[in-house]
Every structure is written in structure tokens, then in C-alpha cells.
């Protein structure tokens, strides 16, 4: 299922706390993640990619899959401190047109992807390389942080981390997600009036015994 890129550029102004709200808390790549480019963020359908442990071949054979605004999501069967990317991958990558790379290995190179600047994320940063001996599959699921991730979902990605979004679910994600934002800055606006979120929330009914007291109280 196609998602037009009005939408997609709605997820990615959403962001990945939101999203993943909208989700139903339901998504989340739970991997520590770095932003190899500060400040970037990204919205876009996955092309998966699943690699043997500590081998990148298929990485190599996925790039001319590519497709224009597509997001890079790679997984091994566990997260390992080895490069499947570096700088040369990258190059090719933006030569195809891809949105983001997300992968549960590390990347190297990393000034040189600053300056490159696509946007990626991964757990590592390391020098180590790996292996192209291995064949894996091109989009078919894969696992990664704890999540599936099909081909044509939609990877949300910020400063954050990351979240897959099911195709068929991004219509209801996004109307879930506006209302969310429409709930937070009617609560932004009376927090900045000095409205507490414990008497908000109701927790002060709820946890009468936690009621803020100025700190020179003595019971």
C-alpha cells in the first residue's frame, strides 16, 4: 500500500513520541539509537533488508532495490558492534534516492556521513567491518528492536529513535496523532499559566499523600 508523501511529511512533523503514541504504544525499534546527522529526521516506506550476523552482503545487494524516498532498514539476528555501512554505501544509497538508513549494527566513516548527510541511525559506531559472504533476504519481515517491519511500512525517525508504522495502519495514526497534538497544546498553554499536571492528570486525587508541599514543610 502506497502512502503519499503528504502524509509522510505529516509523520515525520509528528515525530517519533508521537507517532508512537499513536500507535498505541505499538512500533517502537527499542534499540539505542544515535542520529549519525544531528537534527535529522525522516518519514519514509521501508525497503528490508535482513543480514547474516556480521556480514553485510546483502546490503550490497539492496541498494540497486532502492526505490526514490525509500527508508534502508537492516537487520541482523542480533545487534553487534560491526559496520555494514560506511561512507561508499552511503554515497550509492543517495545515488538511488534513499530517504534513511535504520540498522541494529554500526556504522563508520561517521564524519564522512555527517557531510554526506543522509539520515541514519544505528546503535554503534565502530570501525570494526564485516563479512560479504552471507546471503540473507531483500523485503521480506524482518526483527528489529523488537519489532516487524514489513516492506512498504513506514519508518518514523528523529532525535529520538525510531518507529515502523503497518501501511495499512497510517491513515488512523495520523488522525490519532492530530488529536494528540491538539490535546498537548491546550495543555502546553495552561502549564504556561502555572496549571500543574499533578492536579491535571487527576493525581492528586489519586495519590492525596504526594501532594506538593513547600520544602521547609515538617510533617
Known sequence: MAVDAAALEALARFGTAT???????DGLI???LRSVVPGAAVAGPARTVSCEQGDNLMVHAAIPHLRMGEVLVVAMPEPEPVALAGDLLVTQMIARGAAGLVLNGAVRDSAALQRLGLPIWA???RVRGSQRSAAG???DPIEIGGTTVRNGDVIVADADGAVAVPADRVADVLDTARERERDEQDKQAQFERGVMSFELYGLDRDWPHLATRDRDDRP
Open 19 to 25: 507517532v508512537y503514541e499513536a500507535c498505541g504504544r
Open 30 to 32: 527499542d534499540l539505542p
Open 123 to 125: 546503535p554503534f559506531v
Open 137 to 139: 533476504t531483500i523485503g
